[in-house]
């Protein structure tokens, strides 16, 4: 799935097929992407492709939920503006989405303390009381045996050691007993965009849901420069002491996931992602010497 290309042919196709007006807009490739392919549609917008099944429902979620909180985000996110329906053409949903400009935090890493206000801003609006028919987040910090099968690929057995009583400290640490919040769920580097070392937007909702905050909190270790875990707290303001550990505790899991994913791709997507493996590293160094 993840290997196949589609054309500015194709697109250029479609979009005369059900976006007449937008169809002599330019087209430009979007490099990266596992289970979408993204061009840029003049200066504004950007068609999102899905490549299979999974990727076609997240594009429906995308279409669906996004229009109903995105406007009210401090940072710029990709509105959908139009819906592509399956056709003869191409089989799954697609969407002209609002382009985000900026380069991805995997290959121009956050380096302005002031991010931590800004990523802290963002989460604060987005963590509203989520609809009872929104879709449900099945991440959560649980499971003392989730972390075992991710440690491997950490050679060092001290730091090995050190990650697992992050993770165990975090499983223990009391549950999020709240509202059902929206959560963005994804938030790793290759998720943001940077512009002049300062975060500058947040995309690719596909695995939007609701549930605990902590899951998007740890996005204080996995986003943001050294040292700026205190500041991102602070103005968030939301958080506990128990919220902070499973925040934590999801930040050394994603770290060894962006490590392995960095090495050898995911599974049944094959070729590694060379730019994730030492944002992987840098994650698990802030989130084990906080």
Do not use: C
Request: hydrophobic share 45%; aromatic share 8%; no cysteine.
């Amino acid at each position: 799935m993840g290997d196949f290309i589609y054309g500015q042919d194709l697109v250029r196709a479609l979009l005369k097929d059900q976006h007449p007006d937008l169809a002599d807009l330019e087209l430009r490739d979007v490099p990266g992407g596992w289970g979408n392919q993204q061009f840029r549609l003049g200066p504004e917008l950007a068609v999102r492709m899905p490549r299979g099944e999974e990727p076609s429902f997240q594009a429906r979620l995308e279409q669906r939920w996004l229009p109903t909180f995105v406007d009210r985000l401090p940072l710029p996110a990709p509105m959908p503006v139009r819906v592509g329906e399956p056709s003869e053409l191409f089989g799954y949903p697609w969407t002209v989405m609002r382009w985000v400009e900026g380069e991805p935090a995997d290959q121009a890493p956050i380096t302005r303390a002031e991010s931590a206000d800004a990523l802290a801003d963002f989460l604060a609006a987005l963590h509203q009381p989520a609809p009872a028919d929104a879709p449900v987040s099945e991440r959560r910090v649980d499971g003392e045996a989730t972390i075992e099968r991710w440690l491997e690929v950490i050679e060092d057995r001290e730091v090995a050691e050190a990650a697992r009583e992050v993770w165990l400290k975090a499983v223990a640490a009391p549950k999020w007993r709240g509202e059902a919040m929206w959560l963005h769920t994804d938030l790793h580097p290759a998720n943001v965009v940077v512009r002049d070392g300062l975060l500058a937007g947040v995309v690719d909702f596909g695995d939007l849901g609701s549930g605990d905050p902590a899951i998007d909190l740890s996005a204080a270790w996995i986003l943001l420069p050294a040292g700026s875990v205190d500041r991102f707290f602070d103005v968030y303001q939301r958080a506990d002491d128990a919220d902070i550990t499973r925040a934590r505790g999801w930040a050394v899991l994603r770290a060894m996931t962006l490590i392995a994913i960095g090495r050898n791709g995911r599974l049944g997507k094959p070729g590694g992602k060379p730019t994730w493996e030492p944002a992987g590293y840098a994650t698990l160094e802030r989130a084990l010497s906080t």
